[in-house]
């Protein structure tokens, strides 16, 4: 029986990861290293699999392909790759999103590439091109993780009661999800965090007395509630401030009336959930922003003025509802396991 040996360090590319390896389990031999979801206050997946072990380094020459998410900031794919290569295995890796790429395959000055790179879609694909990559080892399979996306999504009456149970009444809830830039830090990279978008925001709806609001803030598996204690529980002029629950399958995220990011994948996700969506981005250096998608580009502000006009615009139901463009929802896994199996991808 084949062995695969999966491993992510992040939590983005665990959730491109973990599906893979759950349609693997039973038909391979799987190993795991990597990040725990079974640990900590926000766990991504809840659900084990049957028949997978974490191992350690000791027991890399027991497996015949690894399949790995790909980090800045973790050293544990990147050092798979090049063990890979020494030990004649093969290596794929599966791309959650194409930010940081350099930092992704490059450590002090020396880069290592798995022998084949799964991406999401086809802006994934040229930006590894820029990056001198080879064209040979790009594929273009979708996303494991939104290909689970559409089942999620629930129905207006289930939302009307969710947003009943809130004790929501009328007012207009809108989410803003965190990336862990306050907690990294990297205010002096992009020149805005989340409390500097926070502050934006609470200043825009403000401005809409006409409503009320209650801001959700939804936090990144990799973010801490303590970081935003100067707004949870307070209200700010017309609008309420609380932190999200713990959110697998999406269900409070869609009672929001607009979800609002920076470049997180999860703003595709919301667009798919037919949720109008805004990603604000007001870095004072233009090349620090971020539109690895389509859906992103088309829903981007970049200053507080435009993203007042973004969120008056949607509230009113005059944008935001654009389809997405992606690729998201190819049959990825079976895509992925062709590539695995060394047969011609479909």
């Not at 595709?268 to 233009?286: C, E, F, G, N």
């Not at 949607?314 to 060394?342: C, P, T």
Request: charged letters at 30%; proline letters at 3%; aromatic letters at 8%.
């Amino acid at each position: 029986m084949k062995r695969i040996l999966f491993a992510a360090s992040e939590y983005g590319s665990f959730n491109m990861v973990y599906r893979v390896m759950k349609a693997c389990s039973g038909r391979y031999g799987i190993g795991y290293m990597g990040l725990d979801p079974a640990s900590g206050e926000r766990p991504i997946i809840k659900e084990p699999v049957i028949g997978i072990k974490k191992i350690n380094n000791g027991q890399l020459k027991n497996f015949d392909i690894f399949v790995t998410g790909s980090s800045a900031l973790s050293d544990l794919e990147y050092t798979l790759w090049g063990r890979a290569g020494d030990m004649n295995k093969r290596s794929i890796c599966i791309l959650d999103q194409h930010k940081q790429l350099e930092e992704r395959f490059t450590r002090n000055g020396k880069r290592i590439l798995p022998d084949a790179i799964c991406v999401m879609n086809e802006d994934a694909r040229k930006s590894l091109l820029k990056l001198g990559v080879d064209k040979d080892k790009i594929i273009v399979t979708g996303s494991p993780y939104l290909a689970d996306i559409a089942g999620y999504k629930i129905s207006a009456s289930r939302r009307r009661a969710l947003r009943k149970r809130l004790c929501a009444g009328n007012k207009k809830v809108v989410t803003f999800c965190t990336e862990y830039m306050v907690k990294t830090p990297q205010r002096h990279k992009y020149g805005y965090d989340e409390h500097t978008l926070l502050d934006d925001i609470l200043s825009c709806l403000n401005d809409l007395g006409q409503y009320d609001f209650r801001l959700h803030i939804r936090l990144h598996p990799n973010d801490e509630k303590r970081l935003y204690g100067k707004y949870a529980g307070k209200t700010f002029g017309n609008t309420e401030v609380i932190i999200a629950e713990d959110d697998p399958e999406y269900k409070m995220l869609q009672v929001s009336d607009i979800v609002i990011g920076m470049s997180s994948i999860i703003l595709v996700a919301a667009s798919m959930l037919s949720l109008p969506i805004i990603s604000y981005q007001p870095a004072k250096d233009k090349k620090r922003i971020f539109k690895y998608d389509d859906i992103i580009g088309r829903n981007l502000v970049t200053d507080r003025r435009a993203l007042s006009r973004a969120i008056s615009d949607r509230l009113l139901k005059k944008s935001g509802g654009a389809k997405l463009k992606s690729g998201a929802l190819y049959n990825s896994i079976d895509r992925i396991l062709s590539i695995i199996e060394n047969r011609k991808h479909a």
